[in-house]
């Protein structure tokens, strides 16, 4: 799950960095002032996901079977792939299904944050 958590976390940020150039230059012209800063929410908030992937990743190498840790990966991973990803269709299609899944999105970065504080609560020998 170590792996996972940091080479899903490398690529999301890779893809925030990309996603945030496309959108300051490629999309400046095309879209609304609206539908660019929803663009650049969703990017800002796969980077900081991205991270908190990244560093769930790294905890996990250090804390071993942790199951708080490793929920807290997933979640990570699926609010960055519901929350921003349905924020990108919205603002760059005419599809207005995605919607209704970006706050099921913003939910799982509640839980992967309950999560990872669960994770540090039960570690031992922290004061």
Not at 7 to 12: K, P, Y
Not at 72 to 87: D, E, K, Y
Not at 105 to 116: D, E, R, S, V
Request: proline share 3%; net charge positive.
């Amino acid at each position: 799950m170590a792996k996972f958590a940091l080479m899903a976390g490398s690529l999301s940020g890779l893809f925030a960095v990309v996603f945030g150039a496309f959108g300051a230059h490629a999309l400046k012209a095309r879209l609304s002032p609206e539908s660019l800063a929803a663009f650049q929410t969703g990017v800002q908030y796969q980077m900081l996901h991205a991270l908190a992937l990244v560093l769930t990743g790294i905890l996990i190498l250090q804390l071993r079977d942790s199951a708080s840790l490793e929920w807290a990966a997933r979640l990570f991973f699926t609010g960055i792939v519901l929350f921003s990803g349905s924020i990108y269709l919205l603002t760059l299609t005419d599809m207005r299904w995605p919607g209704p899944i970006t706050p099921v999105g913003g939910l799982c970065f509640i839980a992967a944050w309950a999560m990872l504080a669960t994770a540090v609560y039960r570690v031992n020998g922290i004061s």
